[in-house]
């Protein structure tokens, strides 16, 4: 694994801050001052476009790439844009699209290697030894330094890690979607000893406001109070909810606001007894454990 | 795996017996005068009483601990009871809940040792180290001669039994509920060679009486059919369905009825049919096989 | 694996035909001289006659043998014919069941061996060691070449395998049947390097006619469209579909016409793309990808 931060930043909303390039180079420069010193990309972002934004901002200050993990990741194609070439989103696994998109994202992110490339989503076309290969050759090039997986169940991880080690799974987890906590998802990257990446760890937001549906509404009762009574953020307490996984997630946060950040950082000093997790959890499910 | 015997005695309605500690005492002579030497507790059975009623019949003849092998399990704690010391149920496999409840255990039944310790339910937040460093101490130490799970699924059994061999999962089987048959369960035990324990073999006693459900109206049919066929109980027939799986699981027997217990007991010597084991699984599915 | 033909013919339907022993010979051999040297046969297909119809045309020319692989199944047992000699459909994959079986499907197709025997469904009773040792003395005294097993999921397929070789697994998929890209059946066999069979590829019709559910509508109009553009049949499109797994299925073509198996070998040559694939996939599925 790549020596990734405890929490990573998410770049997923950068083109929606209409921030100019020194603004942007300021907020990747606060991240880091904070310790959060990796930041997760996509290919597609901002309809391929975030990279760009982000390569933009860095070449203000070159140096500042030494300090930084850049996480990128491929595998989906999206109609409508140049870089997707597409008719309709489809997955692409192929050794070409892989190589074709790494090099797309060095350029736009102006810097000679990925941290860590992941594969976006698990094709059912997937060609394991082609993927492998791929990967092989990236790396002696030194165009990315790791490898890993996002949204993979146990069975396609398997598969992928026999051909090529995976240094990550980057899933969806938090209280209102609990599934890779009972499917083996988590299981099977504990037994390798592999740690998750998380995105949407608030779950895109729904977990603070927005959602009125009776699990976001429980969960959010249930946040607040546990929050209230250890004296910390809701959200903090969000984020202490996923660490406290023995597997230690590296949530993605997506919040471009400092005081998000703070409060995610917070969390870090937060271990929660198994009492209080499964409060948050039993608010979620609407229902006790088993 | 230790040697338990083929049909293992459940203590989970012990406490509602009214019985004097010389009348548990007989019970558990009785069962083992007919070779089920061995009994099933959990800390938690009887709202944590179970234990200790069983340890002061024992201690009326202690001499019989030699015989005997005692099962317990850990995992769960239950709000409303001093052990349990909690506010809502939730699943703790921390080393120090391990530990504690072992110990409590011990001092309840009145013996120096496990023969076995189960935990109870595939915590989201295993430590598989830090269960297996649990378990090797208390291994080390005699409290425990053996360990496995119950109620865990394939995925969740293979992160475990990778820290520490698990000799069993005690789950739950019976013609209403075939999901282990074939969610990878049971393939995962024959694969290892590890026998499963089954609790609930009568379903809760719903096979007999009580359900009236169209499924458990048709199994009752067939058992009773095959039981006049065969010239036994329909009770029988629904033990002999569990013993009939290829893993040999050993079925905790819940009445304290000797009735039962000797209808338990004849299932040993009858083998189904493939067709008759059939007859069962489908009058319980609602459909023929696929 | 044996050296299956890349497809293979389907009998299921060959006592359907109303063929003199002539006129099956005459199919033979044209599938033959097509390319097309692999038949899939069952025990109990045609209500157990299908073999023997076979054999029979077999017999005309027995130097025709040679050329082809013979792939028959067996383990379920039907009522209302002898060989099934069963009260109720139900599996048997007993050493006696599998041994007799094989022994009948011998006789019956006038053969000595079979190129590949297959389990034809996952018997929840199986007994991965009892299923082993006959298959290695049936092996060992020439009556099968190779073995395998038929609707397999992961996890059975992995207790059976790893007490004997599985060489396949034959499996119902199509774009309206798409599990197993998703469950993991498909990802088990490429990591271990097994090419899948594929029954019913043309949803045994439904692609083409007679299905007007608003999937089936869908598929069949993204099979013309792409059928049209790429100057092939709908039906090509659909063999192409399966084809492009990276697995290398194999299709088993059910349908005798000789119209229908010249669509299933133009799908050879053809290959289509992600983006065509997915377009059928998401006309399956009612959605795009995730």
New interface residues.
């Given amino acids: 694994m790549p020596n990734l931060s405890p929490l990573v930043a998410g770049t997923w909303r950068l083109h929606e801050q209409g921030w100019s390039a020194a603004e942007r180079l300021r907020w990747i420069e606060r991240c880091t001052d904070l310790g959060v010193t990796s930041f997760d990309h996509a290919d597609l972002y901002g309809g391929y476009t975030v990279e760009a934004l982000f390569g933009e901002a860095l070449a203000l200050r070159p140096a500042l790439r030494e300090r930084l993990q850049l996480v990128s990741k491929c595998g ?2 999206l109609p409508g844009h140049a870089r997707g070439a ?7 696994s ?1 050794a070409a699209h892989i190589r074709a998109s790494v090099e797309h994202s060095l350029r736009a992110l102006r810097t000679d290697r990925l941290d860590l490339l992941l594969l976006h ?8 030894a ?1 993927v492998a290969d791929a990967v092989a050759a990236l790396q002696r090039e030194g165009k990315i330094l790791a490898f890993g997986v996002s ?1 993979f ?4 991880f ?2 992928l890690d ?1 051909a090529t080690p995976l240094v990550t799974n980057q899933i969806e987890l938090h209280p209102l979607r ?1 599934e890779p ?4 998802t ?3 990257l ?2 390798r000893g592999r740690r998750p990446m998380v995105w949407s760890p608030l779950a895109g937001g729904r977990l603070l406001a927005g959602d009125e549906s009776p699990a976001a509404q429980r969960v959010r009762w249930v946040l607040g109070a546990l929050g209230a009574q250890l004296g910390v953020a809701p959200a903090t307490v969000a984020y202490a909810w996923l660490l ?3 597997t230690h997630p590296r949530p993605v946060v997506g919040t471009m606001r400092e005081a998000g950040l703070q409060q995610a950082l917070a969390a870090l000093s937060l271990r929660l007894d ?2 209080a ?3 948050i ?2 608010a979620g499910a609407g229902q ?3």
């Fill in positions: 989906i194609r597409a008719r309709i989103k489809h997955y692409d192929s989503r698990p094709d059912p076309l997937l060609d394991a082609e949204n169940g146990p069975q396609a398997e598969l026999a609990r906590l009972h499917d083996g988590l299981d099977a504990q037994r406290r996984h023995p198994a009492e997790w499964t409060e959890w039993q006790e454990v088993a």
